[in-house]
């Protein structure tokens, strides 16, 4: 039997996130203070939007306090101090009820044991429909499920990638800092092969690298 359709079922925890309205912007002189895969990105409960989430991996060096500020305005408004600093920890914040399509500018402040302090710049905008596909070629596409109405889209963010240095010409590139998963919340990522011949038998590879940072 041809196989027409190739799916990969990722199965991750919480929220999803997709705008291209998005920078990270990191001061850091020294990987020991950095701190790992830092990715903002617009989030959405249903199509609402108005939620971006900000996330990363600690790294292992101690930390005193992590505090995130609303630099957007002309005044530093604190939005939280409790956030965690266990080292090698998975961190993802959500900073929500804000407005779609306004950017909004945040500080991630990391003071270590050690008194050596990090500010670390990201800006982003909110926007509804936040689950709808970026995958532009027409070959991909993905869906999501979530535990009910009121859970964010998994925190998956997919990409395709071409350069002719990839088998066939493209990747996708798929990126998530949640560690663990949450029952009823995963995504489904679709590859189809519309082309194909009748009766002729095709063989497909999948490769994979994983960049994980310790």
């Not at 199965?11 to 903002?40: G, H, Q, R, W």
Request: charged letters at 20%; a negative charge.
């Amino acid at each position: 039997m041809i196989k027409r359709v190739l799916a990969v079922f990722l199965t991750i925890s919480l929220f999803i996130s997709c705008l291209p309205c998005i920078s990270v912007f990191a001061l850091s002189l020294d990987k020991d203070y950095e701190l790992i895969n830092l990715n903002v990105e617009s989030v959405a409960k249903g199509s609402e939007g108005k939620t971006i989430s900000i996330s990363w991996k600690n790294p292992d060096t101690p930390i005193d306090s992590i505090k995130i500020y609303d630099i957007t305005g002309e005044e530093e408004i604190l939005i939280t101090d409790s956030v965690t600093t266990t080292p090698l920890s998975y961190v993802c914040y959500y900073v929500e009820n804000l407005i779609n399509l306004t950017v909004y500018d945040f500080k991630v402040s990391v003071l270590f044991e050690d008194n050596v302090k990090r500010d670390y710049f990201v800006s982003a905008a909110p926007s509804a429909g936040t689950n709808e596909s970026l995958l532009s070629d027409g070959k991909w596409g993905f869906s999501y499920a979530r535990y009910d109405a009121q859970s964010f889209y998994p925190a998956v963010f997919y990409n395709v990638l071409k350069d002719s240095s990839f088998d066939g010409g493209a990747a996708i590139k798929i990126v998530s800092n949640i560690e663990n998963k949450k029952n009823g919340n995963y995504s489904i990522l679709k590859c189809a092969f519309p082309n194909l011949e009748e009766g002729k038998k095709y063989n497909v590879k999948i490769r994979y690298l994983t960049l994980m940072r310790n």
